[in-house]
């Protein structure tokens, strides 16, 4: 191999690591969902929010209570989508009337007080992990009722 290739394949290792001020660094809040009045579906909110210097994609969720998919809304609709940027230096938010996540095909219809875990994974990133409590079916974050 010549030194270039090793020099490129450290530079790319290197860019991967948690300890690389310049990558992304990310931290979840504000995350709930509420009690789903549907037997098949529900939805869920959150906040990423990226510390680092560069860009992080949002690719998948997973969720061991059903499919969840990522969407998007512009206007009145909203539409899946494949993935959603996380900003370097600033968040996504995941919000009632605005881009969120649905739970479909529910093998269980979670109840308010439980909790939800959820899988985030991330282009290039390891996945993380996060726990989303179950408000109720009126909840509104910004009145914390």
């Known amino acids: 191999m010549t030194a ?6 450290a530079l790319v290792l290197a860019g991967c690591g948690s300890d690389d001020p310049q990558g992304a660094e ?3 809040s504000s995350a709930y969902m509420p009690q789903p009045v549907s ?11 990226n510390n680092g210097g ?4 949002l690719t998948s969720v997973t ?3 059903g499919e ?7 206007g009145n609709a909203m539409r899946e989508v494949d993935s959603l940027a996380v900003p370097a230096h600033g968040k996504l938010e ?6 969120h996540l649905m739970f479909e095909k529910l093998k269980r219809k979670p109840k308010e007080g439980e909790k939800v875990t959820l899988e985030l994974h ?10 989303i409590p179950v408000k109720s079916a009126t909840y509104n974050p910004d009145s914390g009722n």
């Open 4 to 9: 270039a290739a090793l020099l490129a394949g």
């Open 26 to 28: 990310l931290s979840v």
């Open 39 to 49: 037997d098949t579906m529900a939805a869920g909110f959150l906040t990423i929010a």
């Open 54 to 57: 560069e860009q992080a994609r």
């Open 63 to 65: 969720s061991d209570i």
């Open 68 to 74: 969840v998919t990522v969407h998007e809304t512009e």
């Open 94 to 99: 995941l919000s009632s009337g605005g881009n």
């Open 122 to 131: 991330f282009t290039g990133l390891s996945p993380v992990d996060v726990e």
